[in-house]
């Protein structure tokens, strides 16, 4: 069997895991997640919101049968969250222990030279991992079967701590400076998820295998639907996916994700609809959609899509 038959092989068989777990993956996300493991890079997932790149990243975690560790990003986001926090309140606690016992350390030194030596003697004990507490960063690096990391949202992070990431996902390690450099022993599996809210660097980026995860086809938003939601009749998932795909063309605010539509079938599967009707969409409309503008945009040509859906 040749390497390419092989490569074939092994990214089916990641696709058929990855629906084993609820997740529809498209050749070419399960393409990516066969190079990520095979190369250990990164990678940059990038999309509107609710396509399922979060949702990815947990299911790699299930089909690896590895932690997920995942860091939310923020504006603001620093080291101390990301990486690591010392647990001052134990540092005190010993140093207070340290002072009661400070007479008795330096009574047999001869000079003040030798207490202070023997009192630095302690400093590598307090800058040491038995006080450090490991933020979602450290967590993925020190685990020791390896890890799913997932870094969510890296575009509502700041510009300074996307320079911080780069390290780590060149090398799969970082620096500490009172600890010197941790190497993770098992790499682990790294996702960044973007929603281009603003442009990530070109230094991260080379890093990363780009991914671009977008709204889904018919077809494959309704295999979504049936594997998330096995008990929706045919007839009425059908409608629901062509219903969607068809506001997907309209001017609004915000069009609904894959994750809306999972909503809106399981409101409707909760109200017993079996087919779409004017009124029963217009009351659930705010379920699929997000503002009331785009709301008031949509009622007036509720009965043009359903005849389009129910065709």
């Not at 973007?194 to 494959?220: M, Q, V, W």
């Not at 409608?239 to 609004?252: K, Y």
């Amino acid at each position: 069997m040749t390497e390419a038959s092989n490569a074939d092989s092994a990214i089916s068989a990641i696709k058929e895991a990855l629906k084993g777990h609820d997740y529809i993956a498209s050749q070419n996300i399960s393409t990516a997640v066969y190079l990520a493991q095979k190369l250990s890079k990164p990678i940059l997932v990038e999309g509107p919101p609710g396509v399922g790149k979060t949702e990815l990243a947990k299911a790699t975690a299930l089909l690896l049968d590895k932690p997920m560790i995942r860091l939310q990003c923020y504006e603001g986001l620093d080291e101390s969250k990301a990486l690591y926090e010392w647990k001052y309140g134990k540092q005190l606690l010993y140093t207070q222990v340290l002072k009661e016992k400070l007479s008795e350390l330096t009574s047999n030194s001869e000079s003040l030279k030798q207490s202070v030596e023997k009192l630095h003697e302690f400093d590598d004990t307090f800058f040491s991992t038995d006080f450090l507490e490991p933020r979602p960063l450290l967590k993925a690096l020190w685990a020791e079967q390896g890890a799913v990391l997932l870094i969510d949202e890296i575009d509502k992070s700041d510009l300074e701590f996307e320079a911080f990431l780069l390290e780590i996902l060149q090398d799969y390690q970082i620096s500490i400076p009172e600890i010197g450099t941790v190497t993770s022993t098992v790499p682990p599996v790294v996702f960044l998820t973007s929603n281009n809210t603003r442009e990530i660097g070109d230094a991260l980026k080379r890093r990363c295998l780009h991914l671009y995860i977008p709204f889904p086809d018919s077809k494959l938003e309704r295999e979504i639907v049936r594997s998330r939601i096995p008990n929706v009749e045919e007839t009425l998932e059908k409608q629901i996916v062509t219903f969607v795909q068809e506001v997907r063309e309209m001017d609004l605010k915000k069009v609904p994700a894959v994750s809306e539509t999972l909503d809106w079938a399981k409101a409707l599967i909760l109200l017993n609809v079996r087919n779409l009707e004017t009124n029963i969409v217009r009351s659930t409309l705010n379920v699929l959609l997000k503002f009331q503008d785009d709301i008031e945009h949509v009622e007036p040509e509720i009965p043009t899509l359903i005849r389009s859906a129910a065709r």
